[in-house]
C-alpha cells in the first residue's frame, strides 16, 4: 500500500494490520493525464480520491461563463465534491486533474462498507469530511474579510507547493482575483 496514503490515514485515526488490508482491497490506483475531469457538474460523484501525485482542483462554471476554483489539492489530501459526494446529490463543481496525477480512489458504496466494517474507517470519514467543511467555511471568510494580496501571502506561507506548481490562472481564481492582479500582487511582493 501507497506510504504517503497511510500516513495520511494514521494523521488521522489508528489502522490495524486488517485496516490496512482492507486499504488495498477496496482503494484502487490509477493515473489521469493533465486536464481530465475526474467527476462532473450535473452528475452524482462516484468516487473519493487521494491524491498521491500532482494537482486536482475543484471548479464551477459561474453565470457569467467563468471558471471559478473553489479548492486545489496538493499529494497527500483527499479530494472529491464533498457535500454531492456524502448526500449522493447532484454536483455543481467538476473535479479536474492540473498536472498529470497518480491517485487512490474508492466508490461511494465500497466506502461505506469500509466504515461500517471498520472502526478506523468510520473515525477517518467523519475527520475527512469535518475538515472538507472547516476548509470552505474558512475560504469564504477570507474572501469575505481579506483583501488579495493578504490572501496570496497566506497561500504563500502555508501552501507554498501550490504556488510553485499551479498554474496563475488557478491561483488567480482560487484567490477570487484575476490573473493579472496576481501578477501584480506577485511582482509587489518580490520588490
Same mark, same amino acid.
Given at each position: 500500500m501507497d506510504q504517503l496514503f497511510l500516513q495520511s490515514l494514521q494523521q488521522m485515526t489508528s489502522l490495524t494490520r486488517e485496516d490496512v488490508a482492507l486499504c488495498d482491497q477496496y482503494f484502487e490506483p490509477?493515473?489521469?493525464?493533465? #486536464?481530465?475531469?475526474?467527476e462532473e457538474e450535473g452528475k452524482i460523484p462516484r468516487h473519493f480520491y487521494f491524491l498521491r501525485s500532482g494537482y486536482c482542483r475543484l471548479y464551477y462554471v459561474d453565470e457569467t461563463g467563468l471558471e471559478v476554483t473553489s479548492h486545489i489539492s496538493s499529494p497527500g489530501e483527499f479530494i472529491t465534491p464533498?457535500? /454531492?459526494?456524502?448526500?449522493? *446529490?447532484? /454536483? *455543481?463543481? #467538476?473535479?479536474? %486533474?492540473?498536472?498529470? %496525477? /497518480?491517485?487512490?480512489?474508492?466508490k461511494r458504496t465500497d466506502l461505506e462498507q469500509l466504515i461500517s466494517m471498520s472502526e478506523a474507517f468510520k473515525a477517518f470519514s467523519l475527520v475527512v469530511f469535518q475538515h472538507a467543511i472547516a476548509s470552505s467555511l474558512e475560504r469564504a471568510d477570507e474572501l469575505a474579510t481579506t483583501d488579495a494580496e493578504t490572501r496570496y501571502r497566506k497561500l504563500m506561507d502555508t501552501r507554498p507547493e501550490l504556488v510553485q506548481n499551479v498554474p496563475i490562472q488557478y491561483l488567480a481564481s482560487y484567490l477570487g482575483i484575476k490573473a493579472p492582479s496576481l501578477s501584480r500582487i506577485r511582482r509587489k511582493i518580490k520588490f
Open positions: 490509477i493515473t489521469e493525464n493533465r #486536464h481530465t475531469i475526474l464533498f457535500l /454531492s459526494f456524502i448526500n449522493q *446529490k447532484v /454536483s *455543481k463543481e #467538476h473535479l479536474e %486533474c492540473l498536472t498529470d %496525477c /497518480s491517485l487512490l480512489r474508492i
